[in-house]
């Protein structure tokens, strides 16, 4: 059975950086692509970033320049590293994962696998 616990969120001031972990189990991270959302309040969930086997990477334009998507393949984790972060980058940021395929996906309907969230606060 495949479980993402996301870890490292917080509150930070404007200007500040968090680095969000994703640890997985059940399956070999290596393998599929992992992807980070995020849902803010009453707004739909969406998409930040994705990596791939290869260590390929694809970005939302809003975080672009910001946000940096790595992965640790001996340690089974996908991190996510937020600077210069904004009072916009506000809300639930959540880990997952592909369930087959190999193109990075901004759809949350192509993952499959999800973590119950961290939470990022971001002050003015």
């Known amino acids: 059975q495949v479980h993402l616990a996301e870890s490292g969120g917080g509150l930070v001031q404007a200007g500040g950086s968090l680095r969000l972990s994703c640890a997985a189990s059940?399956?070999?991270?290596?393998?599929?692509?992992m992807g980070w959302f995020r849902q803010a309040p009453g707004k739909e969930r969406e998409f930040v970033a994705a990596?791939?086997?290869?260590?390929?990477?694809y970005y939302a334009d809003s975080i672009k320049g910001r946000f940096t998507v790595s992965s640790s393949n001996d340690k089974n984790r996908v991190y996510l590293q937020m600077n210069s972060l904004k009072p916009e980058d506000t809300a639930v940021y959540y880990c997952s994962s592909r369930g087959s395929g190999t193109q990075l996906r901004a759809d949350p309907k192509a993952y499959d696998y999800w973590g119950q969230g961290t939470r990022v606060t971001v002050s003015s």
């Open positions: 990596i791939n086997w290869s260590g390929t990477t």
């Open positions: 059940g399956r070999t991270i290596s393998n599929y692509v």
